[in-house]
């Protein structure tokens, strides 16, 4: 069974940084993309940044580019996303995903997700 368990969200003000973790078991890290998505209540979940983990291909959504940066450890099966210069509208619950074969962020090709973690970013 797959499972992703995150971690790392928390409360901070505009302007400071947290990084998410991303911990997978159950699947052959190899062989899947796997992504950050968000979600506020009432909006449709998007897509943040997605990894795919056997060649390090990513992809960031527009509105992250520059601030965020989405990395994997193979050896711990663990996905980070480091979010900097963080903004009022980051605040979201950050999802992880897992796709086989996934390259991309089209969350229709996530199978797999976890229970999410909340990001606050306060004025």
């Known amino acids: 069974e797959v499972q992703l368990v995150e971690s790392g969200g928390g409360l901070v003000q505009a302007g400071g940084s947290l990084r998410l973790s991303c911990v997978a078991s159950?699947?052959?890290?190899?062989?899947?993309?796997i992504g950050w998505f968000r979600q506020a209540p009432g909006k449709e979940r998007e897509a943040v940044s997605c990894i795919h983990v056997s060649d390090g291909s990513t992809h960031y959504e527009y509105s992250v580019k520059g601030r965020f940066t989405i990395s994997s450890d193979n050896a711990t099966n663990t996905v980070y996303l480091q979010m900097n210069s963080l903004k009022l509208e980051d605040t979201d619950v950050y999802y992880c995903?897992?796709?086989?074969?996934?390259?991309?962020?089209?969350?229709?090709?996530?199978?797999?997700w976890g229970q999410g973690t909340q990001v606050t970013v306060s004025s």
């Open positions: 159950g699947l052959i890290f190899d062989d899947y993309g």
């Open positions: 995903a897992a796709g086989r074969a996934m390259y991309g962020c089209s969350k229709y090709g996530y199978h797999h």
